[in-house]
């Protein structure tokens, strides 16, 4: 079944990527906790499956003698998500997204991110497509953060990349969605999984981007940076998943005028 066509909801409606199935349709980042407790807590709560690592700053084994990642969130447990957080080419994008592969033994499914601007933390779309497009000549399964631009989503899944995760606002932002046409073009043209990427600030930022027919949503900030990180992980669970619900079921067309809940046609007397 097409992840975007209403139908009823059952325990076969899953998230798809590279192949592999997942219930959860919230994905986390692992950065920005204050400490591997907060952060182990806040992933559970959330009911996350995949989680996404910053190469270039968490140690997943680089550092013996350091505090490890995978001690607390286990490859066993979760599917980890390297990604290239804080690579502004293509070149350092590639070298990341090896090492990864190295050090996770052969893993092969990555985020690819290239910066363009340290102050926007916007995609550098050139160097995303170029590093999106020799990842995937090298066997890596890449799900790529970018703009809302459809025509470049549909040139990265037309290259190959497994996932397409385009920005609803500017990274850690929490302006929530800003485009929603931009995004509800994306999704109604692909043929991979969406999922927004960037910008959620509170509970109906996920929601609304369920609703809008995207197959899932991955934020950091948004859960990390709140006063409470595992109450708010708990509210983002729920609300994708009743965004996801909300979706499926079709909601009411919007009108200009009430329609009476209790029609009078038909009333005795």
């Known amino acids: ?32 906790f204050k400490d ?9 709560a959330a009911g996350a499956e995949i989680v996404t690592v910053a190469i270039r700053r968490t140690n997943i084994g680089q550092d013996p003698h350091a505090p ?8 066993s447990r979760y599917t980890i998500l390297p990604n290239t957080a ?7 994008a590639v070298r990341t997204c090896r090492l990864a592969r190295e ?20 995609p550098d779309v050139v160097q995303t497509l170029a590093a999106a497009e020799t990842l995937v000549k090298d066997g890596f399964e890449v799900m790529v953060y970018t703009s809302d631009d459809p025509i470049l989503a549909k040139r990265l899944e037309e290259i190959g990349c497994v996932a397409v995760m385009p920005l609803a ?7 929530g969605i800003q485009n929603r046409w931009n995004l509800l073009e994306i999704v109604e043209n692909a043929k991979v999984p969406v999922l927004v990427d960037a910008g959620v600030g509170t509970a ?23 006063k409470d990180p595992v109450r708010m992980a708990q509210a983002m669970k729920l609300a994708v998943e009743a965004g996801r619900h909300a979706f499926l079921a079709g909601r009411i067309p919007r009108k ?14």
Request: charged share 20%; hydrophobic share 40%; with cysteine.
């Open 204 to 226: 109906s930022d996920a929601a609304i981007a369920m609703e809008l027919g995207c197959d899932g949503v991955l934020m950091n900030t948004a859960i990390a940076g709140a």
């Open 86 to 92: 804080g690579c502004y080419t293509a070149d350092d």
């Open 1 to 32: 079944m097409n992840a975007r066509t209403h139908a009823p909801i059952t325990g076969d409606d899953v998230l798809t990527i590279a192949g592999k199935p997942y219930r959860s349709r919230l994905l986390t980042g692992t950065g920005k």
């Open 169 to 175: 606002a500017p990274i850690g932002s929490g302006l």
């Open 68 to 75: 490890n990642l995978l001690d607390v969130l286990p490859p």
């Open 256 to 269: 200009r005028y009430a329609s009476a809940s209790s029609p009078v046609d038909g009333l005795v007397g």
């Open 103 to 122: 050090l996770l033994d052969g893993h092969q499914l990555v985020k690819l991110e290239v910066l363009g601007d340290q102050k926007t933390l916007f």
């Open 36 to 44: 591997l407790d907060e952060t182990e807590r806040a992933t559970a």
